[in-house]
């Protein structure tokens, strides 16, 4: 969504710090393992969750696991009692057909490339058919 490239250090650093989370996102499903596919960084200040990065394998896109990755993004900012969370999007040619993911969850525009959503108690943030698992 941001095409946003980090140092091995600034990874380092981010996995050590309180203050960011980074996720990961495997998929395997009948047809076959595609390992890792998906990262997301998540910086956290005050009562608002920052998505630095929300990253996709193009190879399992539209197989619904954006939209259970990025659930799971929410539900690490819930656990950590955010009350909103905001997701960048900067425009490049590989990713303007996502140009509209955030709104098409709920995010409302609150700035250029900026898109921010109020955590509520109600959102739901597991998927029916895709199972996330902790590791």
């Known amino acids: 969504m941001t095409t946003q490239r980090y140092t091995a250090t600034e990874l ?16 395997a499903d009948k047809f076959g393992n595609y390992g890792m596919c998906g990262l997301a960084v998540i910086a956290y200040e005050q009562e608002t969750a920052l998505l630095e990065s929300f990253l996709l394998s193009c190879r399992v ?8 990755f990025l659930n799971e993004c929410i539900a ?3 656990a950590k009692k955010m009350q909103t969370i905001i997701g960048k999007y900067q425009p490049t040619k590989k990713n303007h057909t996502f ?4 709104l098409n969850h709920g995010f409302k525009k609150v700035g250029a490339g900026l898109f921010q959503l109020t955590i509520t108690a109600n959102i739901q943030t ?5 199972e996330v698992k902790t590791v």
């Open 12 to 27: 380092r650093n981010f996995i050590s710090s309180d203050k960011h989370d980074i996720i990961t996102a495997t998929l």
């Open 61 to 68: 896109l539209g197989r619904n696991v954006e939209h259970a």
């Open 76 to 78: 690490f900012a819930t």
């Open 99 to 102: 140009c509209n993911f955030y």
């Open 126 to 130: 597991k998927n029916a058919f895709i």
